[in-house]
């Protein structure tokens, strides 16, 4: 069965940076656009990243551009987001996704806190 797993969450200041990493098994990761989404308390769950099958195209949410990089190894069926400059309200738990056909699969989330 498909299975994503969230990591590398974390307390961290203002203007720090955290990497994530989803570990992913159950599909054909190679054949597969990935996302990272992110639920801040109170708020609708929003796409932050993509990245298609190729790891040749990727698109941001305007909030996180130029401060944000999702990558992938499709070798390791894995996919990072890198995340710099973090700022209080990038805080919010971080899920990985990924859609076959209408099917929206999630990870468990990991929760990313932004404090002094």
């Known amino acids: 069965q498909v299975q994503l797993v969230e990591s590398g969450g974390g307390l961290v200041q203002p203007g720090g940076s955290l990497r994530l990493s989803c570990a992913t098994s159950?599909?054909?990761?190679?054949?597969?656009?990935m996302n990272w989404y992110r639920q801040a308390p109170g708020k609708e769950r929003e796409l932050v990243a993509s990245?298609?099958?190729?790891?040749?195209?990727?698109t941001y949410a305007d909030s996180v551009k130029d401060r944000f990089t999702i990558s992938r190894d499709n070798d390791k069926k894995t996919v990072d987001l890198q995340m710099n400059s973090l700022k209080p309200e990038d805080g919010a738990v971080y899920y990985c996704?990924?859609?076959?056909?209408?099917?929206?699969?999630w990870g468990q989330g990991t929760q990313v806190t932004v404090s002094a």
């Open positions: 159950g599909f054909t990761f190679s054949l597969t656009t």
């Open positions: 996704n990924m859609k076959i056909w209408e099917d929206d699969y």
């Open positions: 990245i298609t099958s190729n790891g040749k195209s990727t």
